[in-house]
């Protein structure tokens, strides 16, 4: 398990570190990460060839319970580390989880990250988390939240792993809301009223939806669901911490957690690489693409592709031979063109000054005999 820590929270971070005396962070860079020892000062560099986004959607890609439970586990233990030092992250999802060769999970992208006081809370903006994985209570415009934010996003995570695909992937605010009803139900009528949140009234649905996480989930191993109904409450309070969460018989059960390092060895997947094949498998079956899921190339396309050197050599030598068939053809057709008007020219000039020597001077009229 580690955190990857952006840079505008690494500033305040170090200084209470330092006081500490302790501390070992990483700043993100990408998906490279330059990993710092405060004690020692070194500094080292590692490249992530996965995000668990990129392993969850992969059709090669298949997670035994076993090694959904190592993932769970360094996932809440990385949040347990940072909500433990008052660190929201924010912005849970399977693309900011970055996994190494060793199967190591960190937690990446602390743009959105925020500190916190538990016992003296502090309005904070509510436009966080990916849509997709944004609690209920940050929908209805919450300003004061705490660690139910990330234990959310957790769940949504969980269930994706079993899954094998996001569980509520809504397009708009609204409809997000609807799936998070349809699926966890809708809150009873004593937290509409009591509820001090801006769009509450606004996104109140107008039939109440009854809970159904396990009837919807039946598939999924049963010491899964508790964790899932604990950390998918509607109740941020509910959600309770981290720490329960590692607690919960989901890890204490066989089969239990496999080691980081005995996770297989994936090829590179991240979540832009599932986009990628879905598009492809898209356009192919619209028979928009080729067999291989490349694109074809339009017309205009065509003069900037990458082609062979020897194909491009005789492609180049081809145009060139073109292009002097075309210019040696234009100045023939402009000879012949510019010839005639310049030899008119010519008389014309000759004409005109014969016609002016034969005028005398006092045969111009004068201002006095114009009509």
Same mark, same amino acid.
């Given at each position: 398990m580690g955190c990857v820590f952006g840079r505008e929270v690494w500033l305040q971070w170090e200084r209470k570190e330092r006081r500490r005396g302790k501390g070992y962070l990483a700043v993100q860079s990408g998906r490279r990460e330059k990993v710092r020892a405060q004690?020692?000062?070194?500094? %080292?560099?590692e490249k992530k060839d996965h995000d668990l986004a990129? !392993?969850?959607?992969?059709?090669?890609?298949? @997670?035994? !319970?076993?090694?959904?439970? /190592?993932?769970?586990?360094?996932?809440? +233990?990385?949040?347990?580390? /940072? &909500?433990?030092?008052?660190v929201l992250h924010r912005d849970i999802k399977g693309s900011n989880l970055l996994i190494d060769d060793g199967g190591v999970l960190k937690i990446a992208d602390f743009g959105l990250a925020s500190f916190f006081e538990p016992n003296h809370k502090q309005p904070m903006t509510n436009r966080v988390v990916t849509l997709?994985?944004?609690?209920p209570e940050l929908l209805l415009g919450a300003t004061h939240y705490g660690v139910g934010v990330d234990l959310w996003s957790a769940g949504c995570i969980l269930a994706e792993l079993l899954a094998g695909r996001p569980i509520m992937p809504g397009r708009t605010e609204v409809e997000q809301l609807h799936k998070i009803f349809k699926l966890c139900g809708s809150p009873p009528e004593e937290y509409w009223?009591? =509820?001090?949140? $801006? &769009?509450?009234?606004? @996104?109140? $649905?107008?039939? =109440?939806?009854?809970? /159904? *996480? =396990?009837e919807t989930f039946n598939d999924f191993p049963p010491s899964s669901l508790p964790l899932i109904e604990t950390l998918l409450d509607m109740n941020p309070a509910e959600r309770q911490t981290a720490t329960a969460a590692l607690k919960n018989g989901f890890f204490t059960t066989k089969p239990?957690? /496999?080691?980081? =390092?005995?996770? $297989?060895?994936?090829?590179? +997947?991240?979540?832009?690489?599932?986009? !990628? #094949?879905d598009e492809a498998r898209?356009? %192919?079956?619209?028979?928009?693409a080729r067999p291989d899921g490349v694109k074809k190339t339009r017309r205009r396309d065509q003069a900037v592709r990458a082609i062979p050197a020897l194909e491009a050599n005789a492609?180049?030598? +081809?145009?060139?031979? #073109?292009? %002097?068939?075309i210019s040696h053809a234009n100045a023939k057709c402009n000879e012949r063109e510019v010839s005639a008007p310049s030899t008119w020219t010519e008389h014309s000039v000759t004409l005109s000054v014969l016609h002016i020597a !034969? *005028?005398?001077? +006092?045969? @111009?009229?004068?201002?006095h005999s114009i009509p």
């Open positions: 004690n020692g000062g070194d500094e %080292r560099e990129g !392993l969850a959607v992969s059709p090669a890609t298949k @997670f035994t !319970l076993s090694q959904v439970k /190592c993932y769970m586990h360094q996932l809440l +233990s990385g949040l347990e580390h /940072c &909500h433990n030092r008052h997709w994985y944004r609690p009223k009591k =509820s001090k949140m $801006p &769009h509450a009234a606004m @996104f109140k $649905p107008k039939q =109440s939806y009854k809970r /159904c *996480i =396990s239990y957690a /496999c080691d980081p =390092s005995s996770l $297989p060895k994936y090829p590179p +997947s991240k979540e832009m690489d599932a986009k !990628l #094949r898209r356009l %192919r079956a619209a028979g928009k492609e180049m030598q +081809s145009s060139f031979d #073109r292009r %002097r068939l !034969l *005028i005398q001077p +006092s045969t @111009f009229p004068t201002s």
